[in-house]
């Protein structure tokens, strides 16, 4: 079992910055691919960004592509997702998910996520 609390969210200018941070506890992180997702009202929830296990391997959308990084610490059971140059189409509840295979290459297929968090609001005004 993993829990996942996400956090940084809040409400920036077009062309801000943001990092959030999602901290897992109760099982072996470090074994998980673990993924970005967000949804803003009335849509589907859609990918971000994923991470492999050990971070040697990483997907994007490509809305973000050249914009948004995932990184992680395994060290300190954290994932993250620095994001810049934000526009108003950013705006969302991003959520952080788990992959439940290890060593799995997860990438952004959203039915291997099934650990997920609460969600952390991104708001960009323009």
């Known amino acids: 079992q993993v829990q996942l609390v996400e956090s940084g969210g809040g409400l920036v200018q077009a062309g801000g910055s943001l990092r959030l941070s999602c901290a897992a506890s109760g099982s072996i992180f470090s074994t998980y691919s673990m993924g970005w997702f967000r949804q803003a009202p009335g849509k589907e929830r859609e990918f971000v960004a994923a991470i492999n296990w050990n971070g040697g391997s990483t997907a994007y959308a490509d809305s973000v592509k050249g914009r948004f990084t995932i990184a992680r610490d395994n060290a300190k059971n954290t994932l993250y997702l620095q994001m810049n140059s934000l526009k108003p189409e950013d705006t969302a509840v991003y959520y952080c998910?788990?992959?439940?295979?290890?060593?799995?290459?997860?990438?952004?297929?959203?039915?291997?996520?099934?650990?997920w968090g609460q969600g952390t609001q991104v708001t960009v005004s323009s």
């Open positions: 998910a788990a992959d439940r295979i290890p060593y799995r290459w997860a990438m952004g297929e959203r039915h291997s996520y099934v650990y």
